[in-house]
């Protein structure tokens, strides 16, 4: 956050690639059992990483962080996903509105702007709704202490997406970088620490 307040990306290119290995290794070093969730995690995390790459400055190649972070998504999404008869969301539908709104409001700002990106942009907006939804879907199936960070941790990565496309497809926002990664790195981290709890439950 300080680099990105400095604009130092020559410095932040040795630094941000670190951010998600760190979360990695204190996967490893905390959790008490190998099980799928915690290899999804682990693969969320790493795909991250390489989407947080792709996206320094210096590269920019936005098309492939764009795929990174949909991999990771499509991990967490599994992750999340409790085999429940009854879920929270099928008990409470009205809660799936404010998702919807967000993601698909979003799209119809910036779709002008879009141009050959609008598809990909639609369907990386439509799994990460799918992952704040299954977030929220976990309440009821694990601690409270698990569920309350996920989810926090889930709607900051959404909060930081929803800045990082109005600043690159509508219109800069003051501070936009450091507010992107003080949402982003403090949800991975979130997310992290609530499937850790999960997990040693």
């Given at each position: 956050?300080?680099?990105?307040?400095?604009?130092?990306?020559?410095?932040?290119?040795?630094?941000?690639?670190?951010?998600?290995?760190?979360l990695i290794l204190y996967v490893f070093?905390?959790?008490?059992?190998?099980?799928?969730?915690?290899?999804?995690?682990?693969?969320?995390?790493?795909?991250?990483?390489?989407?947080?790459?792709?996206?320094?400055?210096?590269?920019?190649?936005?098309?492939?962080?764009?795929?990174?972070?949909?991999?990771?998504?499509?991990?967490?999404?599994?992750?999340?996903?409790?085999?429940?008869?009854?879920?929270?969301?099928?008990?409470?539908?009205?809660?799936?509105?404010?998702?919807?709104?967000?993601?698909?409001?979003?799209?119809?700002?910036?779709?002008?702007?879009?141009?050959?990106?609008?598809?990909?942009?639609?369907?990386?907006?439509?799994?990460?709704?799918?992952?704040?939804?299954?977030?929220?879907?976990?309440?009821?199936?694990?601690?409270?202490?698990?569920?309350?960070?996920?989810?926090?941790?889930?709607?900051?990565?959404?909060?930081?997406?929803?800045?990082?496309?109005?600043?690159?497809?509508?219109?800069?926002?003051?501070y936009d970088g450091v507010w992107i990664?003080?949402f982003y790195g403090t949800g991975q981290?979130?997310?992290?620490?609530?499937?850790?709890?999960?997990?040693?439950?």
């Amino acid at each position: 956050m300080f680099l990105r307040y400095k604009g130092l990306a020559d410095i932040e290119i040795f630094v941000k690639p670190l951010l998600m290995p760190i979360l990695i290794l204190y996967v490893f070093v905390y959790s008490s059992i190998r099980d799928n969730i915690f290899y999804l995690l682990v693969a969320a995390l790493f795909f991250s990483c390489i989407g947080d790459v792709l996206l320094l400055e210096k590269l920019n190649i936005f098309i492939g962080g764009l795929a990174s972070f949909l991999i990771a998504h499509i991990c967490y999404i599994f992750s999340f996903k409790k085999p429940i008869k009854k879920s929270y969301i099928d008990q409470n539908k009205m809660l799936l509105l404010p998702f919807l709104a967000l993601g698909f409001g979003m799209i119809f700002l910036i779709k002008d702007n879009l141009g050959e990106l609008l598809i990909p942009v639609i369907v990386y907006t439509s799994v990460i709704i799918l992952m704040g939804i299954f977030a929220l879907n976990r309440k009821g199936t694990v601690i409270n202490s698990s569920f309350n960070l996920v989810f926090l941790g889930a709607s900051m990565f959404m909060l930081s997406d929803s800045l990082i496309a109005l600043t690159r497809f509508y219109k800069p926002i003051v501070y936009d970088g450091v507010w992107i990664m003080l949402f982003y790195g403090t949800g991975q981290y979130l997310i992290t620490e609530g499937i850790l709890r999960e997990m040693n439950d």
